[in-house]
């Protein structure tokens, strides 16, 4: 038996724990088909913890958070939360997760299935196929730089974009060892015609290409990256950049892959422990009536038996259980698809543990 691990669920707000909850059906079942030792917690975060508590990570949630082994979470946010001021909001649970826990390597997958290829709002032949990573430096940059804020005086407000070599060379490795398991090519995106910031962005990762001949490493500015994403989306394998850059991407690269109900994340730190969550928002517009996609929650917890666990097996089962689910015509009311192969979050939930191999 493999020893005990511990995974914290943080539902969140909105669709989050509708998507949760499949997710950990899913778990518990490879877990007891393959021996895992999986156990779980679950603690409040974002707008319901705020409702509960008054913040919106509470520091018993950061506590459970530091000492679980790994963390799934669904989606924090909505509407009735909008007008709190800054520290209250919902998404502060999620950055200060991310930096409490150092998670500084984002990778964010858009990888399309096949079977959905006419999902995509592009043209099948530019799409088919699609397999790429973007790897989202997470706890630095204009997130995170200071100074930020408001002049006293006047109405005026500020942010900073700060990167230093140490940050960027960490996450540039981690870009440099993920294109060396793919295709061997690296593309680096900055704003070095511009910005200072992004001038050093680009002498550390080229200095860095020298460690790692295998990979070809190309640089390109982040206007030019947005439109050959869509242009030419297959010319990517693994694009690495700071961390609003790769906040406006990957959301351009999830709509590739015709849902953003489909893409799973991972954030992990040195020691690949990770909060792993699907890309999509809390969407309270669908909150509560079963019409949530859970897929890209699923997939991320399989991205968590890999990364964190390096259960491979686990994961590839249910990336499989996915596609059998999906070569079927069963779709969520994301995905286009006939009405009678319309499936609830539940319903969509059970299939693919109905498929997962014994
Ligand atoms: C994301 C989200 C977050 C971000 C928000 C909710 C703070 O857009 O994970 O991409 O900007 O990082
Ligand atoms: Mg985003």
């Not at 680096?188 to 680009?202: F, G, H, T």
């Not at 699923?298 to 491979?312: D, H, K, T, V």
Request: overall charge negative; proline content about 4%; some cysteine.
């Amino acid at each position: 038996m493999n020893k005990k691990k511990t995974i914290l669920i943080l539902p969140g707000d909105g669709i989050g724990p509708e998507v949760c909850k499949p997710a950990k059906n899913i778990l518990e079942s490879v877990s007891h088909i393959y021996d895992l030792g999986l156990s779980f917690e679950e603690a409040l975060v974002g707008g319901s913890a705020y409702e509960e508590t008054g913040i919106p990570l509470p520091e018993e949630t950061l506590e459970a958070a530091r000492k679980a082994d790994s963390i799934l979470l669904g989606a924090v946010g909505g509407h009735q939360w909008d007008e709190l001021e800054y520290q209250y909001r919902p998404e502060r649970a999620l950055l200060g997760l991310r930096s409490e826990l150092d998670l500084f390597a984002n990778f964010r997958p858009a990888i399309l299935s096949k079977h959905l290829t006419s999902s995509s709002s592009l043209k099948p032949e530019k799409v088919e196929n699609l397999d790429l990573l973007i790897i989202r430096e997470l706890t630095g940059g204009i997130y995170f730089g200071e100074p930020r804020g408001r002049k006293e005086d006047k109405p005026v407000a500020f942010n900073t974009m700060i990167y230093s070599q140490e940050e960027i060379e960490r996450i540039g490795r981690v870009a440099f060892e993920a294109a060396q398991k793919r295709n061997k090519n690296l593309c680096s995106v900055d704003k070095a015609n511009v910005l200072e910031v992004s001038v050093l962005w680009r002498e550390v990762i080229s200095d860095l290409s020298k460690e790692y001949p295998d990979v070809k490493l190309s640089h390109m500015l982040v206007d030019n990256a947005a439109m050959q994403l869509v242009r030419e989306p297959k010319q990517f394998d693994v694009i690495v950049t700071g961390n609003l850059f790769g906040d406006i991407l990957s959301d351009i690269a999830a709509m590739m892959t015709g849902s953003i109900g489909m893409l799973p994340s991972a954030s992990v730190n040195s020691e690949n422990k990770g909060m792993f969550e699907p890309v999509h928002g809390s969407a309270p517009d669908i909150a509560g009536k079963g019409l949530a996609n859970p897929l890209a929650t699923i997939l991320s917890a399989a991205m968590m038996l890999r990364y964190s666990f390096g259960f491979e097996e686990a994961a590839s089962n249910i990336e499989v259980a996915i596609d059998k689910v999906l070569a079927e015509g069963y779709r969520t009311h994301d995905l286009e698809g006939s009405q009678d192969t319309q499936l609830s979050t539940d319903e969509m939930g059970k299939k693919v543990l109905d498929n997962l191999k014994n």
